[in-house]
């Protein structure tokens, strides 16, 4: 099944910006030279002169090498720049000089925050927090670092004491707006993404996150609105934007102007996986299988683990016979886990697909062996055995899948088709009435469905047969094998009504 990436931009929004750390700065009033050289550059490093700022600090530091503040803000520089080594180099020296000076603490908390060990994040930030329980940005990269461990309820603390300590922190109420929207706490998000926005109407990234919000809801004109004021933020802001206004129009199902946005966001950012991946199952619901193959290939060359990414192109595959390469990628999905369930499932349908039952079955089982919960194996192998004229074993799967997955609306169809063709309508009218209030319009389910009114006969049965068939003309195109079954046996309940 293709998979659309909707939470990327969510999370890119994030991590586009560097999560958004604020370095600590420290700051104090003096007269005396080297005072006046480090304010001199700490304005330089606020007006984003870092080269500038990094050579004042240094000067500063030649003339006293145990200024604590020169040598904490060039570290604050270094950070800047991306370069944590030596970065983290300068906090270091500070804590040989003064074991308790918060800052230090603070921003090797960011450093590692940054780098992604969250941990080690989480026990320095609470150690800078404990030499000085006010700052706001200490507990702000605090929060951040507990989302990055998905501990997301410590993270909502820690970003409440943020904005408790002060009012005006935009990106804390941004980044707490975004984690409410992925916990779907949909009113939550929403007041802290607007009391972003009034602290600073510059926070394109809330904007970003709001139309998100609208996008959820179905409100496409604010949706719109608000990507529109995110475009006009830095570059890595626009990019999400252009790639959020391509999902309106994909949820709208105007597949040119989603393709337009994601091409923009591409330009701008080559490297945007998401969008290529995105883009390409646009092609591939068209039948431009060439198209989309080059597209996945591109977003697997950004990300060369995404699950998601191999999938679609092992499917894109399929749809094209290319089994020997669709088998290359699902090999090199065991080889980098050994128990991807899903990937032992694709690499049976291939097999299954290819005509080859023996290697198809091998597969699935695999798959369940690997995890066996996995509904999907079992609903396949139900289909292989079917194929073979295994009836009865097929039953079993496919009633495993149902047990796994209550939503599988294909396992319920063929439990209902075995056990209509074994003239038990009863319990056939059962499953193919879950299938149908699971997916009103799915036309294999109310065909078959009213094959067993048909034949059951009881009660309100004709009359029930009658309304799955007049459904399926509603749905299906005229030109449809579907509708001149279904126009075929409504003309027989209607006689058989007579």
Request: hydrophobic share 40%.
């Amino acid at each position: 099944m293709n998979k659309i990436v909707f939470l990327t931009a969510l999370l890119l929004t994030v991590s586009a910006c560097g999560l958004l750390t604020r370095c600590s700065i420290a700051h104090a009033a003096g007269t005396s030279e080297i005072e006046i050289l480090i304010e001199k550059a700490d304005t330089l490093f606020e007006k984003k002169d870092l080269a500038e700022a990094k050579r004042v600090y240094l000067k500063a530091l030649s003339i006293n090498a145990k200024n604590l503040r020169a040598r904490n803000n060039l570290g604050a520089v270094y950070m800047a720049l991306g370069d944590y080594s030596k970065a983290f180099e300068q906090f270091e020296e500070i804590l040989k000089l003064d074991p308790d000076y918060a800052n230090a603490y603070e921003n090797i908390g960011i450093i590692m925050c940054r780098k992604g060990d969250f941990e080690r994040a989480v026990t320095t930030l609470k150690q800078a927090l404990f030499l000085n329980s006010e700052s706001s940005t200490a507990y702000y990269n605090l929060g951040l670092s507990f989302i990055g461990l998905e501990n997301y309820q410590d993270g909502i603390k820690a970003l409440k004491v943020a904005v408790k300590l002060n009012p005006s922190f935009s990106e804390a109420y941004s980044t707490l707006g975004e984690l409410h929207y992925r916990l779907d706490n949909i009113k939550e998000a929403e007041e802290c993404l607007k009391k972003a926005i009034t602290a600073n109407p510059g926070n394109y990234t809330a904007y970003n996150t709001m139309g998100l919000l609208n996008l959820r809801q179905a409100n496409y004109e604010d949706a719109s609105l608000n990507f529109g004021k995110a475009l006009k933020g830095p570059r890595g802001v626009q990019v999400i934007a252009l790639y959020n206004m391509g999902l309106i129009y994909l949820t709208k199902n105007d597949a040119a102007k989603s393709i337009e946005y994601f091409k923009k966001a591409t330009e701008l950012e080559p490297g945007f996986a998401a969008a290529f991946n995105d883009w390409a199952m646009i092609l591939i619901k068209q039948g431009n299988f060439a198209e989309a193959e080059k597209l996945l290939v591109k977003a697997i060359m950004v990300e060369p683990k995404n699950l998601t990414f191999n999938i679609n192109l092992i499917d894109c595959y399929k749809k094209t016979s290319k089994f020997k390469e669709a088998l290359d990628v699902c090999d090199y999905l065991i080889k980098l886990d050994a128990k991807n369930a899903q990937a032992y499932d694709e690499k049976g349908h291939i097999y299954y697909l290819s005509g080859d039952a023996k290697n198809a079955k091998e597969n699935y089982e695999k798959a369940i062996a690997a995890n066996p919960s996995y509904a999907e194996a079992h609903y396949k192998l139900g289909v292989l055995y079917d194929k073979v004229g295994a009836g009865d074993r097929a039953l079993t799967e496919y009633q495993a899948a149902v047990k796994l997955n209550p939503a599988h609306v294909f396992a319920y169809n063929n439990i209902g088709f075995s056990l209509m063709n074994s003239l038990k309508f009863d319990d056939a009218a059962k499953n193919l009435e879950a299938a149908v209030n699971i997916n009103p319009n799915f036309t294999f389910a109310l065909y078959n469905l009213g094959i067993v009114y048909f034949n059951r006969n009881k009660g309100a049965d004709l009359a029930n047969a009658r309304k799955m068939f007049a459904k399926i003309l509603e749905i299906e195109p005229k030109e449809s094998n579907f509708y001149k079954l279904a126009s075929d046996a409504l003309t027989q309940v209607e006689s058989k009504g007579k």
